[in-house]
């Protein structure tokens, strides 16, 4: 009995062990994760403030910024994959995280990327202001927290401009390509042609842009609870995801 009262201890003591290195672990990784991307996005607002300072336009901003949007966009991946699936240390559902992650990739590399003429219109660029604001709240704010030293106005921030830059960004979003590649029929193919095949990109994009909505209402309304208990601390019962 003493025997196996003792096996039961350490193998106890280990589980414990492996779970303190995997909490610091994914503490260590997402304290790095977010200031990276804090530092990124706030690199594309600094270029894009003194890009639009510089040359008094927004045309030919977007081309200046291109490579660091794509890089920084396209590494949110690692929050799905690293953070969500192997640590399973962000709280928010992993399927909403995908959802608009991915729509915000698709939006980057298969309309402003693939599609040039858009580059300079004017909802291109406000949809872009509007994500640089709400990824450096967010990640700031996860960063501070990380850290343990998470600054009032920040909090304010992070439960505050949601409000408006969420919905914004999506109407934005829907709003910037799909004039332009209704009117040219770009990236599409009518028939008849030698494949017998027909495709719209006007309406693949909206279908790929309205599948973000369904799933937006549970994103939006779970950061108004947060912020009740954040800022005004009601005691919200979650259910599980």
Request: a positive charge.
């Amino acid at each position: 009995m003493a025997s196996s009262e003792e096996d039961g201890t350490v193998e106890e003591k280990e589980n414990n062990n492996k779970k303190r290195t995997k909490s610091a672990l994914a503490t260590a990784w997402l304290t790095f994760y977010n200031i990276a991307m804090t530092a990124g996005w706030l690199v594309l607002a600094i270029t894009m403030l003194r890009f639009y300072l510089q040359k008094g336009t927004h045309k030919g901003l977007y081309r200046s910024i291109a490579r660091t949007l794509k890089f920084f966009q396209t590494f949110a991946l690692v929050e799905v994959s690293v953070t969500s699936l192997v640590f399973g240390m962000v709280r928010t559902s992993v399927i909403v995280t995908g959802v608009q992650v991915c729509s915000r990739i698709f939006m980057v590399w298969f309309v402003t990327n693939s599609i040039r003429q858009i580059q300079n219109e004017e909802s291109v660029i406000l949809f872009l202001v509007v994500w640089t604001l709400t990824e450096i709240t967010r990640y700031s704010y996860y960063t501070f927290k990380l850290l343990h030293h998470l600054p009032y106005f920040i909090k304010w921030a992070r439960y505050n401009l949601f409000i408006v830059l969420y919905p914004l960004g999506v109407l934005l979003t829907l709003y910037a390509a799909l004039p332009l590649v209704r009117s040219s029929g770009m990236c599409s193919m009518r028939l008849p042609n030698k494949y017998n095949v027909s495709f719209d990109y006007y309406y693949c994009l909206i279908i790929v842009m309205l599948s973000y909505i369904p799933l937006f209402p549970q994103l939006y309304f779970h950061m108004l609870r947060q912020r009740r208990k954040v800022l005004h601390g009601e005691v919200i019962v979650e259910k599980d995801d």
